[in-house]
């Protein structure tokens, strides 16, 4: 069974800096596409980046320039470094793999969550 676990959440002031990692843990072969979403109070859950297994990553015009996603494939581990954050930023932040293959099968998977507040 494969699972995914975030760090790295918190609380930070405006301007301040943040970052988060989701590993995941299981039979892993291989994973297409790492992403991470966000969803504040009241709102629907939205794309904040993704970055692909050929190295093509996607932005949310929000965090353009401020967002950076990374991921290490050895340990099957994805990266969002926060800059310049603003408190429309704050939510909780989920990480998100598609396209996992186990061997077996291809499936998607989502972390529980990790809150990021960030104060004006």
């Known amino acids: 069974q494969v699972q995914l676990v975030e760090s790295g959440g918190g609380l930070v002031q405006a301007g301040g800096s943040l970052r988060l990692s989701c590993a995941a843990s299981?039979?892993?072969?291989?994973?297409?596409?790492m992403g991470w979403y966000r969803q504040a109070p009241g709102k629907q859950r939205e794309l904040v980046a993704r970055?692909?297994?050929?190295?093509?990553?996607k932005y949310a015009d929000s965090v353009t320039g401020r967002f950076t996603i990374s991921r290490d494939n050895a340990k099957n581990t994805a990266y969002l470094q926060m800059n310049t954050l603003k408190p429309e930023d704050t939510g909780v932040y989920y990480c998100?793999?598609?396209?996992?293959?186990?061997?077996?099968?291809?499936?998607?998977?989502w972390g529980q969550g990790t809150q990021v507040t960030v104060s004006s």
């Open positions: 970055l692909t297994s050929g190295g093509v990553p």
């Open positions: 998100n793999f598609d396209y996992v293959w186990d061997g077996q099968s291809w499936r998607d998977y």
């Open positions: 299981g039979s892993i072969i291989s994973i297409n596409t």
